[in-house]
T-cell receptor, first 109, second 111 residues
Framework: KNEVEQSPQNLTAQEGEFITINCSYS?????LHWLQQHPGGGIVSLFM???GKKKHGRLIATINIQEKHSSLHITASHPRDSAVYIC???????????FGKGTKLSVKP | NAGVTQTPKFRVLKTGQSMTLLCAQD?????MYWYRQDPGMGLRLIHY???????AKGEVPDGYNVSRLKKQNFLLGLESAAPSQTSVYFC??????????FGPGTRLTVT
């Protein structure tokens, strides 16, 4: 069983829709990261959180430590949001990041 | 600031050849990492460094060596390349255990 599971694997949405990507993990963690990988391959950190909720523009990330679950929400989605969104947790014996396989999002105009 | 840069961007090697990938960061970050990304899998940590002169093994270190002689540079070496090392390699850096800044990646093909 993977330590970090994301759902869905693929997601297609129409422009303007509200989008939710989920991340569940099975290890104790000190922090959870959301990253965005552009179609060209570059990876950008979106959020790092250890409790509660963070908001940046149209993106919102939440985490429930008790349920070992995090969500990434995108409001008023736009084609430029099309990317792979990756969840990663800092945990395990070495304390390094453990990555999910990513959710590929495609937003159609 | 250039952020995190990687050299080269693309490389094709024959089995058994050696090469070194260079990662450089200009943000004075203590921590640096080398990851590989393969289709259908999450990023996997190869080696990492928590400071100049230190290195440690990650999840998939076999077949790779690293060095961090200068704080700003982290080198990844393949002594005898194998087809299983065909992958996209990402370097990242971070100020301690904080958000990581990634390089643009190096696409390596071993034939």
């Amino acid at each position: 069983k993977n330590e970090v599971e994301q759902s869905p694997q693929n997601l297609t949405a129409q422009e303007g829709e509200f989008i939710t990507i989920n991340c569940s993990y099975s290890v104790g963690i000190s922090a959870l990261h959301w990253l965005q990988q552009h179609p060209g391959g570059g990876i950008v950190s979106l959020f790092m959180l250890s409790s509660g909720k963070k908001k940046h523009g149209r993106l919102i990330a939440t985490i429930n430590i008790q349920e070992k679950h995090s969500s990434l929400h995108i409001t008023a989605s736009h084609p430029r949001d099309s990317a792979v969104y990756i969840c990663a947790v800092r945990g395990g014996s070495q304390g390094n990041l453990i990555f999910g396989k990513g959710t590929k999002l495609s937003v159609k105009p | 600031n250039a952020g995190v840069t990687q050299t080269p961007k693309f490389r094709v090697l024959k089995t058994g050849q050696s090469m070194t990938l260079l990662c450089a960061q200009d943000m004075n970050h203590e921590y640096m990492y080398w990851y590989r990304q393969d289709p259908g899998m999450g990023l996997r940590l190869i080696h990492y460094s928590v400071g100049e002169g230190t290195t440690a093994k990650g999840e998939v270190p076999d077949g790779y060596n690293v060095s961090r002689l200068k704080k700003q540079n982290f080198l990844l070496g393949l002594e005898s390349a194998a087809p299983s090392q065909t992958s996209v390699y990402f370097c990242a850096s971070s100020p301690l255990e904080d958000e990581q800044y990634f390089g643009p990646g190096t696409r390596l093909t071993v034939t």
